[in-house]
């Protein structure tokens, strides 16, 4: 297990291009999620957030602060979090976790106003629903329709 402080969430930044471009998924995770170089463009209300180690990208999600949260949560202080992706070479070793326990200071650093997040989950997605429950996510027992399957929705509430 790596040390839980050489893990960090950071703002997208040019640095971490190249790492996040040749990030790589096994066919069966690329239906859950969505590589970097898909969702490198990004729109108002989209924040890129990369999970880094020793400054090497090994993971990335975007954090909305869009229309679409209506979607997923009544809150209006609610962040939608998609596309969690840790790149193939680099899972394993607990970089999802170490990032998803850092996301409640993160968002108190640079979200201030902010104090929920809210995702979904592919109902077949059982390591991702391990993985958000490990770190404080909450089942909220509404079920969404996604284009493959039932999608669990979940909440972290940031205090």
Same mark, same amino acid.
């Given at each position: 297990?790596?040390?839980?402080?050489?893990?960090q969430?950071?703002?997208?930044?040019e640095k971490f291009?190249?790492?996040?471009?040749?990030?790589?998924?096994?066919?069966?995770?690329?239906?859950?999620?969505?590589?970097p170089?898909?969702?490198?463009?990004?729109?108002?209300?989209?924040?890129?957030?990369v999970?880094?180690?020793?400054?090497?990208?090994?993971?990335?999600?975007?954090l909305?602060?869009?229309?679409?949260?209506?979607?997923y949560?009544?809150?209006?202080n609610? *962040?939608?979090?998609?596309?969690?992706?840790v &790149?193939?070479?680099?899972?394993?070793? %607990?970089?999802?976790? /170490?990032?998803? !326990?850092?996301?409640p200071?993160?968002?108190?650093d640079?979200?201030?106003?902010?104090?929920?997040v809210?995702?979904?989950?592919?109902?077949?997605?059982?390591?991702?629903?391990? *993985?958000?429950?490990?770190?404080g996510?909450? &089942?909220?027992?509404?079920?969404?329709? %996604?284009?493959?399957? /039932?999608?669990? !929705?979940?909440?972290?509430?940031?205090?």
């Open positions: 297990m790596n040390n839980i402080n050489s893990v969430l950071e703002h997208f930044d291009l190249h790492d996040l471009e040749s990030f790589d998924l096994p066919q069966q995770q690329i239906q859950f999620s969505a590589l170089k898909e969702i490198i463009n990004t729109t108002d209300g989209q924040y890129r957030i999970i880094t180690h020793q400054e090497q990208a090994v993971g990335f999600f975007l909305h602060t869009t229309e679409r949260v209506k979607d949560s009544s809150n209006p609610a *962040l939608l979090l998609t596309a969690l992706t &790149d193939h070479k680099h899972q394993g070793m %607990g970089f999802a976790k /170490e990032g998803m !326990l850092a996301l200071h993160f968002i108190r640079f979200f201030p106003n902010y104090n929920e809210v995702l979904v989950v592919n109902e077949k997605n059982i390591p991702a629903q391990h *993985l958000y429950k490990k770190v996510f909450i &089942d909220t027992g509404i079920r969404k329709t %996604g284009s493959i399957g /039932e999608q669990i !929705l979940m909440s972290l509430l940031i205090n």
